[in-house]
């Protein structure tokens, strides 16, 4: 009698749930607009559209099978809210999560959508609601002339792996290059930092293959310090590159990049100031020259030689003592308007007492200081037809620029009598 009883009630509950679902499906008006496409974008059944209802919240899924029941996933476990008048839909043109086919293996690079091999499919459709219910709809769907070559990335490579995107003439750009297999629509590379802020990389203007072609590729990275923007914070970034070829396959390669002392340079000669040691010389004497050099920037300023202290005779020049430009450099120069070249004597930014050395025996004025630079230029001819003329100093950073603040700055009527 009791068991009869029990078997009632579960009867009764049964249909109750039955009926229910039989009301209110979870999943409805399932479709697929095409049972055949051929993603090769030739414009023809590249696409189909997938539509379904939920009638409540519910984790959305969309795969497909192939004959052996290997699952390729469009949508995993996705939560939605129940549709609206609407139905969801969604285009779909043959491209799936990432998958290596059996035999494959890739070097290098990994692959992140890519198209259906041809051949015939049981796709699914599946939504399960936060109680766990699951319903699921499945049809049958034909892939042909699948254009499935892959735009695949070889010799991802980036160099030197540590920079120091500062202006100082040395590791101050990464190179980035990558092969591309195939032509492409799509083809980025940036930084990504563990803060999750992306920067973006440009190709480079003189890359071997033009944007979109197939061939070697080249980026060029300044951190966009040439533009004088500062660099992204020192540290180490995953450098990505990402491909897209027609049909919607994406591969991924990725290197790392570590920036270093990055930072836009910023010196110059305190309060725009000279303290010159005569306005009047006779031939063979010395006209000397005290100012300070300030480092207002958070990276260190390289520099070269001579020290300061150092006297030129009028007819030398840095070159002919030997201290050749560099890129990159900062120095302090004189020019006298009768001078045959721009700033020909030219001292380092500081002395050993300030500077500091790196490995390699490059001179830094280190971030944030000041060093008092001093020298002369012994005048032993009056070349030119300017006498008296003027002489003024300049903070010079070679082969980059001499900023208007820091040309011409302090001038002296200098006038050299000859006896
Ligand atoms: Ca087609
Ligand atoms: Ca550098």
Known sequence: MVKRLLLILVMGFLLAALTACGEKPLLSDVSFSKDRITPNADGEDDVLRIQYRLSRRAYLSIYFLDQAGNRFVFRQHELRAPSAEEPYSVYFSGVVD????????????????????????????????ETGHTEQVTGTLTIADADAALPELRNFTVSPPVFTPNRDGIDDRARINVFVTKDYTSLVV????????????????????????????????????????????????TVWAEVQDAIGQQVVATSTLTIKDGGVPKAYILNGEVQWSARSILLGETLYFTLTVENDSATPIRTSGPPPGTVYDSDQNYSTLG????????????????????????????????????????????????????????????????????????????????AQVNDRVDPVFLFIEVP
Do not use: K, M
């Open 190 to 237: 940036y930084l990504l930092g563990e803060d999750g802020v992306r920067y973006h990389v440009a190709e480079d203007e003189r890359s071997p293959s033009r944007p979109g072609e197939a061939g070697f590729h080249t980026f060029d990275y300044d951190a966009g310090v040439d533009l004088g923007a500062e660099p992204p914070p020192d540290g180490t970034y």
């Open 323 to 402: 201290w050749t430009i560099q890129s990159g450099v900062f120095r302090v120069g004189i020019h006298c308007e009768n001078a045959l070249i721009n700033y020909p004597w030219r001292w380092a930014v500081g002395d050993r007492s300030v500077l500091v050395e790196d490995e390699e025996g490059h001179l830094y004025l280190p971030p944030f200081t000041r060093a008092v630079v001093t020298g002369g230029i012994r005048f032993v001819d009056v070349e030119g037809a300017r006498n008296p003329q003027y002489c003024w100093a300049g903070l010079i950073h070679e082969d980059v620029e001499i």
């Open 98 to 129: 990432g998958y290596v086919l059996p035999g494959e293996s890739f070097e290098g690079f990994t692959v992140a959508r890519r198209v259906l091999q041809d051949g015939t499919y049981t796709w699914v459709v599946e939504a399960t609601d």
